[in-house]
């Protein structure tokens, strides 16, 4: 199972579409626990990095975009639309 690491943007993105921290680390954990498994599950952009689907916030629909390796996953950021 491959780690998962934050960038700092993930972070900021994160705070912005969910406001409390406790709400924020069952989200996370649910959308690590995916990807430090399966990363591949995602769609790959031309842009060489990797976008999957979230739960959605509220009513806004959710997408995570990160990248990986053999080891890690990193999270880059989230975007609500």
Do not use: K, N
Not at 53 to 80: R, W
């Amino acid at each position: 199972m491959r780690s998962v690491i934050h960038d700092p943007l993930f972070a900021d993105s994160l705070h912005d579409l969910i406001g409390g921290p406790a709400i924020a680390d069952e989200y996370v954990a649910a959308v690590e626990s995916v990807l430090a498994e399966s990363p591949e599950m995602g769609t790959l952009l031309e842009s060489g990095v990797w976008m999957i689907p979230a739960a959605p916030i509220g009513s806004q629909s959710v997408a995570v975009y990160y990248t990986f390796d053999e080891d890690e996953v990193l999270l880059i950021a989230m975007t609500a639309f």
